[in-house]
């Protein structure tokens, strides 16, 4: 049935206990029972992130450069910050985002206009090409914009496959894809191989480290092998990463990077055509909240890098007694080789998909991949604690699955 507007009102002390109430139902995700959508290194940092969001619950973004002048220097901050952890030449610039679909569709929006200019084709219609792993928002993107995808197979290692991508690129390409890491594995693409395809056939490559961009360059200074992923390589234009997933700084914040001016000059919107005169914002939305940046930039700025290293430490050590007891279940098999803390893991005789069903039967949220079939996770520091109750209950749902040999295969499907 359709909500009613209420006639009248209710006090504010019974509208929070409704909260709660209704709350009650949600999964689990304190406990470590949801292995995406929230992210978090530690309560200390989950603290300082709330006060700081809400010491700017009300101010606007959108009035940074008039009003809120503390926002904009924050904002030029942690952008300041990020280009100087990604590498990015001096000349580099970027723009904060309320996310990696808008800081992806920014970046796309930005190459197809460039793109336009130096084609002096202010209708050329493009085409991207990018591996299957790499994220929708992409697809959003290029509908929004009426651009050509052309999504490309990985390779056995579930990477993508320069040689491939190099065969769909035609003269109407704009942008090559690359993840660091992709969604639905968790693997690094080969970035330095799209870096030198980009440059050999001048066409722009777009990073998408989203989802790891901000935990990848820690977990290298502890001696992991992470390849090099951002600006190093002299092949990438521009670049998203997310403050909001391992960033650990709350919802809603992510960045996109440009190599240079000239690049990121597309970027945001500058018109004037009503009656009100100029109208300028960063990036796509308008209104955006204060606390986002606050936020980020008191999480930045509290932990630095000795801080986010630290955090990269006790992830890694928890991935990898994840990993371990992944493995010591058998028949089942991590999906490549994720050098960070998302991962995939099918198995070989049993339908994965049934043991994910079992799983959510004892109150764990499955996440999945459909190709190939997997159980899906994200760990932070939420997924600590339950590490042992976790891999036993798997172990002991990959058995009762196994047992049950004429199970028809679960009708289960992946989606978010
Ligand atoms: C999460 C993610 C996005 C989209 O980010 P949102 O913040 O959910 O909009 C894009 N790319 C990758 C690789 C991601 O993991």
Not at 158 to 173: G, H, N, P, S, Y
Not at 188 to 217: K, T
Not at 357 to 386: C, D, F, N, V, Y
Request: hydrophobic share 45%; glycine share 10%; charged share 25%.
């Amino acid at each position: 049935m359709r909500a009613r507007f209420p006639t009248t009102g209710r006090p504010a002390s019974d509208v929070l206990a409704s909260l709660r109430e209704m709350k009650a139902d949600d999964a689990d995700w304190r406990g470590g029972r949801v292995p995406l959508y929230v992210f978090k290194a530690s309560d200390a940092v989950d603290e300082l992130g709330k006060a700081a969001f809400m010491e700017f619950f009300s101010e606007n973004a959108l009035g940074a450069r008039r009003a809120f002048t503390s926002l904009k220097r924050m904002e030029d901050e942690v952008l300041g910050m990020a280009l100087d952890l990604f590498h990015a030449p001096d000349e580099a610039v970027g723009a904060m985002t309320t996310g990696g679909t808008e800081s992806v569709i920014q970046a796309l929006q930005a190459c197809r206009d460039w793109n336009r200019a130096r084609r002096r084709d202010p209708h050329h219609r493009g085409n991207i090409v990018l591996p299957e792993t790499a994220h929708p928002a992409f697809d959003k993107g290029a509908r929004l914009m009426d651009i050509e995808v052309r999504r490309v197979p990985t390779g056995p290692d579930l990477r993508a496959d320069a040689a491939r991508m190099a065969a769909a690129i035609d003269a109407d390409t704009i942008m090559l894809v690359g993840s660091a890491p992709c969604f639905p594995f968790g693997l690094i693409d080969p970035i330095a191989a799209l870096s030198d395809l980009a440059l050999a056939r001048d066409v722009w490559l777009h990073v998408d480290a989203c989802v790891g961009g901000y935990l990848a360059p820690f977990v290298r200074r502890l001696g992991h092998a992470i390849p090099d992923f951002d600006f190093a390589l002299p092949g990438v234009s521009s670049l998203s990463a997310d403050l909001h997933k391992f960033g650990f700084c709350p919802k809603p914040a992510s960045t996109v990077f440009y190599r240079n001016a000239d690049k990121g000059g597309h970027n945001g919107f500058d018109l004037d055509v009503w009656p009100s005169g100029r109208f300028r914002t960063g990036t796509i939305v308008g209104t955006r909240p204060g606390g986002g940046v606050a936020a980020a930039w008191a999480t930045l700025t509290h932990l630095g890098e000795a801080g986010y290293v630290e955090i990269a430490r006790q992830l890694m050590a928890m991935m990898a007694r994840y990993r371990a007891g992944i493995e010591a279940i058998p028949g089942l098999q991590i999906h490549g080789d994720p050098p960070l803390t998302l991962l995939a893991f099918g198995a070989d005789d049993i339908d994965i998909f049934a043991v994910a069903e079992a799983m959510a039967g004892r109150g764990w949220l499955p996440g999945l991949t459909q190709r190939p079939k997997g159980i899906h996770r994200m760990m932070s520091m939420i997924h600590a604690g339950t590490l042992d109750a976790y891999l036993g209950d798997l172990a002991a749902c990959v058995g009762e699955i196994r047992a049950r040999a004429a199970l028809p295969e679960s009708r289960l499907t992946a989606s978010y």
